[in-house]
């Protein structure tokens, strides 16, 4: 279970990493668009979006289906779930790190403080 949860962590950050990526599941958040339109849209050409579009579909972030000549493109049935615990965890670890430096650094700041206060006294 835990390998098949960091493979699919894997491959859904690896679709996320890309910018174009990132933009067709915004359009695709808005509307269901073919290929050509998000080709279009994304000033690229139907081969490499259909690369882009791949990735997302494998991710499970994107599913296709053909329409006459046309594929058509809609967000996938995956919400990512996994992917949010995943970095909650670390906001969560992160965000306890800070408050620790902020401690020290608040009691550097005091000593400093009082440490100035003795040398003109």
């Known amino acids: 279970m835990v390998q098949y949860m960091a493979t699919r962590l894997d491959t859904s950050f690896a679709a ?6 990132r933009g067709v599941l915004e359009r695709l958040g ?22 882009h579009v791949g990735v997302l579909e494998q991710a499970g972030l994107v599913t296709t289906q053909k329409v006459g000549r046309v594929r058509m493109c ?10 949010t615990a995943w970095l909650k965890r670390y906001r969560q670890l992160w965000d306890e ?22 040398d003109s006294e």
């Not at 996320?16 to 990526?21: V, W």
């Not at 809609?74 to 992917?83: C, S």
């Not at 790190?97 to 440490?115: A, G, H, I, Q, S």
């Open 16 to 21: 996320l990493s890309d910018p174009t990526r």
């Open 97 to 118: 790190r800070f408050d620790e430096l902020e401690k020290v650094v608040e009691e550097l700041t005091r000593k400093e403080k009082n440490d100035g206060r003795s």
């Open 30 to 51: 808005q509307a269901d668009a073919s290929i050509t339109e998000l080709a279009a849209k994304f000033h690229m050409t139907l081969t490499g979006m259909k690369k």
């Open 74 to 83: 809609q967000l996938g049935p995956r919400r990512l779930e996994e992917e």
